[in-house]
């Protein structure tokens, strides 16, 4: 700073600018996404964090590989799936959760906002910069992704399709955390926010299924009719027990016998009505745009036994389609119909489980085969993202009107 | 210095009007009035908890004020707020830096926020880490630097765009004693270049000798002409101290000479310097032995210390 | 006020040779400085230099790499709980519990110094007083401006009732009417009988408030050389004459030591004076040979100038 130091000064030319801008510009972006990242640039111990953390997806990946069997199967890749969605929404959340008011914290923000940089530009550079970290991780497991792949059955088109979607899941995560950060004046709350509305996603969307259930349940009757035995006479009774132990009903007279009707009341639940609270869950979102398993045909469709995802399916679609007459006719018993079918001779006693079994198979086939919609899930995240955005850009507008409560500028 | 080519006929950099502003309940600034000229130093004087930051942060575009006009280089921050950033290099009063990334790279990085080519913000970088001598600094990561030297950076930071106003709030907090030497000398070196800088400080001593113009303000208020009388006023006290007290105020006494009673010595009223000259060969003349004679310290501080009596 | 029994050395605190390194940083290589009962001691030196390192070291936080520490005659390292008993320390940082009004602040800082509950509140209503915030006893900390806070954290040094006071920037940030109070405040802590080590950037407030100085440099404390430094800052006068005026020839005149000063012209010049009676005579003699003098005075601060001077060799 001394007066007698003849240094040049290099002029610089910045352009000159108009207005309040605040969309973002894509230098702009770009440039806060790279000063961001720099800033990132692990220590030493965060290095060793990330090799453990590295090491453990890796070990797990391999434990499951040893302990599966030879065959196809989709778990091991269900599960690294579940993983990199599980670390990708608590690792992008935590930074960008940090970055608006940490940085007002330190007194890193107001500088740049003082720059031709827009709110826009520092809104979308934070997010892609937090969002890039959750992404490395996506990397560090491409080892254990192709073996698990390779032995998953599904098609490469489905994988990138479900990668594709865990990483918009992440980002809007990230964006979540982002809007945090923006709203609440310590990171501290904001970090803890950005989790707890991840956890709404995931667990609280099942908790809050399970306890609708009962508002949208209606009452049903059902009518069970047995066989009375305590008014048949003697020579029924044998003939009854001989006939169900040696299957032979021919000696057994059906309108002979007296039958109780006995009455129940059970109550079904409409899930049909209340299966969106399921399909917004992002886990479910995964599930819903991962390949569909037919659990009668797969191995001729050359696909493994159906895995998590397709008994997640299964699960969501039942709860998607509610309650069936097939459903009702299968809770319904009637023993003197039965003995009368199968005195008729007309049926196999066999047969009537036959019956049982195939309407039982060709629900599961058509729960599995359900049409998948990750519509309602994805439709949710993008509202999430944009909203997210929205408010992140609003509170980096400057000149500030409003400050976050007990907060300083800068 | 490109600045002076460009520089409009109006020489107001900043002008603020009636401009007010509340956090909640808490009104910070209640009426600010000030004008900042081009290169001139001016400086903004009130107790912790006056206004000035959210005033410093008004003007450069960072905080809308509720009421008021404020035209930054002819532009207003409301509606203009890119313009105004654009001429305006602003230190904030806390001290913020990147841990991890190098000084240099800093400001590349800064200069790149302002649409500078990368190159040209590299060059622009170097020089100015050069002028606050921290060129040794350069590729170490702002981490290690030390309170001032951090602040030194922070300098370099609001001069990366080569801004025509320069706010500096509380730009010597922290600096060691040369670097305060240094930076009251560079803040005169930026003044002369045509630029206009807005200052705010505590030690009043340094300001007396780096400012042009002196705004104070308490309260949220912008004291104006009163302030100003009050500091022509302060700067024409001067303090004799005479090793035999009773002589010297003996002497102004049988003089006539109405004077305030001081540590060792007395307080006089003198218009200008030659005046001065009379008044000590006068009394070095009836024989009092005066051993230190001149200005009465800090003009900013008696004025200061005199306005801000009623501060509880 | 009470003050224990000082040590019977007669000095309060004493360093050694003191040195201690970070990692490869060598922050402080040879520190050596005394305080004594009832003065105020300065610690100047540029950024870096290892005065707060330092600091912490005599506040018994941190273990020197080498050299002696004793406060009241204790070794903090090896008898922490006595050396600190004796020390209030005022960090650079100001932290507080945001929640705690000023009166539990200090309260609780009181009990953690071993005070029954009824003398910790005793004490801290006694040292609000002291720096001037009893009207805000009741506020939480959060609410406190800058130099109140700073106020506020004197006043926690002080709970422990300390034989030394080690105060780190304690000026910082502080508004000019807060600073004064700040000097009245250290100086009547030391009229107490309290040993106090301040460290500041400002050096002519500190000209007010100390007795003595240690400058540091790099890791080292300059002992004498600097004190002579200071003395002869001390004894420098500037006069200045109408302009026009001839000091310089005026003052070669009376066989004076003296040198011109950096761009100005004959009128302005500094001059070396051995007291406050000589530099009367010279006015004397000055004014009777018709030189138009219309200020004389110390060229500015003593501490700076020793400072800069001192500072302008190591460069």
Same mark, same amino acid.
């Given at each position: ?83 990199? !969605? ?316 409003? !400050? ?7 | ?221 912008? !004291? ?89 | ?315």
């Amino acid at each position: 700073m001394t007066t007698t130091e003849t240094s040049p000064n290099p002029t610089v030319t910045a352009p000159a600018r108009k207005g309040n801008p605040w969309l973002p510009t894509l230098h702009g972006t770009f440039l806060v996404t790279r000063i961001e990242l720099l800033r990132r640039r692990p220590s030493t111990k965060g290095w060793i964090f990330y090799g453990i953390l590295l090491a453990a997806i890796l070990g797990l990946g391999i434990l499951v590989s040893v302990l599966s069997t030879a065959e196809k199967t989709s778990t091991p890749l269900e599960l690294v799936l579940v993983l990199v !969605l599980g670390a990708g929404m608590l690792i992008g959340p935590s930074l960008s959760a940090t970055s608006i008011n940490g940085d007002s914290g330190e007194g890193v923000l107001a500088p740049l906002q003082m720059t031709h940089l827009t709110a826009g530009d520092l809104a979308v550079g934070k997010l892609l910069s937090s969002w890039f970290v959750a992404f490395a991780v996506l990397v560090t497991t491409t080892p254990f992704l192709v073996y698990a792949y390779a032995r998953s059955g599904w098609h490469l088109g489905e994988l990138l399709l479900v990668l594709v979607v865990i990483l918009f899941l992440v980002l809007t995560a990230t964006a979540v955390g982002l809007a945090w950060s923006a709203i609440a004046a310590r990171a501290v709350a904001s970090v803890s926010l950005a989790h707890l509305t991840t956890g709404v996603l995931v667990i609280g969307t099942l908790v809050l299924f399970a306890f609708t259930a009962p508002l949208v349940s209606d009452t049903m009757t059902e009518t069970d009719r047995y066989v009375a035995w305590d008014e048949l006479s003697d020579e029924q009774s044998t003939a009854l027990e001989d006939a169900y132990n040696t299957g032979d009903f021919s000696a057994v007279d059906p309108d002979a016998l007296v039958c109780d009707e006995e009455t129940y009341e059970y109550g079904i639940a409409h899930t049909e009505r209340t299966a969106w609270m399921v399909l917004i869950n992002p886990l479910v979102v995964i599930e819903e745009v991962s390949p569909l398993v037919n659990p009668l045909t797969f191995e001729e469709d050359g696909r493994a036994a159906p895995g998590i995802f397709a008994n997640v399916h299964q699960m969501v679609s039942s709860a998607r389609i509610g309650p069936t007459e097939a459903d009702a006719q299968m809770m319904e018993y009637d023993e003197c119909a039965d003995i009368a079918t199968m005195a008729s001779g007309d049926d196999e006693s066999a047969d009537g489980g036959n019956a049982y079994q195939d309407t039982w198979e060709q629900q599961q086939e058509e729960q599995a085969m359900y049409p998948r919609t990750p519509w309602l899930g994805l439709g949710l995240q993008v509202l999430l993202l944009v909203g997210a955005m929205a408010i992140v850009t609003h509170r980096l507008r400057v000149p500030y009107r409003t !400050l976050r409560t007990g907060t300083r500028v800068a | 210095m490109t600045i002076l080519e460009e520089a409009p006929p109006i020489t107001a950099a900043i002008q603020a009007t009636g401009v007010a502003r509340a956090f909640g309940s808490v009104q910070a600034v209640q009426d600010a009035t000030l004008t900042v000229e081009r290169g001139k130093v001016t400086a903004l004087i009130g107790p912790n908890g006056c206004g000035k930051t959210t005033l410093m942060l008004m003007l450069a575009g960072l905080l809308r004020p509720d009421a008021g006009e404020i035209r930054v280089a002819g532009a207003d921050p409301r509606t203009d707020s890119a313009a105004v950033r654009a001429a305006i290099g602003w230190m904030p009063d806390q001290l913020g830096s990147w841990d991890n990334l190098s000084c240099l790279q800093t400001l590349t990085l800064v200069g790149q926020s302002y649409r500078i080519p990368a190159a040209q913000a590299r060059a622009k970088g170097l020089s100015l880490l050069r002028k606050v001598h921290l060129e040794e600094f350069a590729d170490r990561p702002t981490r290690v630097l030390s309170r001032g030297q951090k602040q030194r950076l922070s300098l370099a930071r609001a001069l990366v765009h080569d801004p025509a106003v320069l706010l500096l709030d509380e730009p010597a907090n922290g600096l060691d004693p040369r670097s305060r030497v240094e930076l009251r000398q560079y803040v005169r070196e930026i003044a002369a270049e045509g630029r206009a800088v807005l200052v705010s400080s505590h030690v009043l001593a340094e300001l007396d000798e780096m400012v042009d113009d002196a705004v104070f303000m308490s309260k949220g208020r912008t !004291l104006g002409d009163d302030a100003a009388r009050m500091v022509a006023h302060a700067r024409t006290r001067y303090r004799v101290w005479s090793l035999d007290v009773d002589a010297l105020r003996r002497a102004l006494t049988d003089a006539s000479v109405p004077f305030e009673e001081a540590e060792g010595g007395a307080m006089v009223s003198i218009a200008d310097e030659a005046h001065a000259q009379q008044a000590l060969a006068w009394l070095v003349g009836a024989g009092v032995p005066v051993h230190r004679f001149g200005p009465a310290g800090s003009a900013l501080e008696q004025t200061y210390m005199a306005m801000e009596e009623d501060r509880r | 006020m009470t003050v224990q029994a000082q040590a019977p050395t007669g000095h309060a605190l004493h360093a050694q040779g003191v040195r201690r390194a970070f990692g490869s940083v060598q922050a402080v290589v040879n520190a050596s400085l005394t305080l004594t009962p009832g003065t105020v001691t300065a610690l100047i030196g540029p950024n870096g230099c290892g005065k707060t390192t330092l600091m912490l070291m005599l506040a018994g936080l941190l273990r020197p790499d080498g050299g002696t520490v004793e406060v009241l005659g204790h070794d903090p390292v090896t008898a922490g709980a006595v050396a600190r008993k004796g020390i209030g320390w005022m960090p650079d940082v100001l932290g507080m519990w945001d929640s705690l009004t000023c009166t539990e602040t200090l309260a609780t800082f009181g009990r953690a110094y071993g005070l029954s509950k009824a003398d910790a509140d005793a004490r801290a209503f006694t040292m609000l007083e002291k720096v001037h915030l009893a009207d805000l006893a009741a506020q939480p900390a959060r609410v406190l401006s800058r130099g109140q806070k700073q106020r506020l954290s004197l006043a926690r040094a002080l709970m422990g009732d300390p034989s030394v006071l080690i105060l780190d920037e304690p000026a910082s940030g502080l508004d000019p009417r807060s600073r004064i109070e700040l000097r009245d405040l250290v100086r009547a802590l030391a009229a107490e009988g309290r040993a106090v080590l301040i460290s500041s950037h400002v050096l002519s407030e500190l000209d007010e408030m100390v007795d003595e100085a240690v400058f540091m440099s790099k890791g080292v404390t300059l002992g004498e050389s600097a004190e002579a430094e200071v003395a002869r800052a001390r004894a420098r006068w500037r006069v200045t004459a109408l302009p026009g005026h001839d000091v310089h020839a005026a003052l070669s005149e009376a066989a004076r030591d003296w040198s011109p000063v950096e761009g100005a012209d004959a009128s302005v010049a500094v001059v070396h004076v051995a007291d406050a009676d000589d530099a009367a005579d010279l006015l004397a003699s000055l004014v009777a040979s018709g030189m138009r003098i219309s200020a004389f005075g110390p060229v500015g601060s003593a501490l700076e100038q020793a400072y800069l001077s001192i500072e302008q060799e190591r460069r």
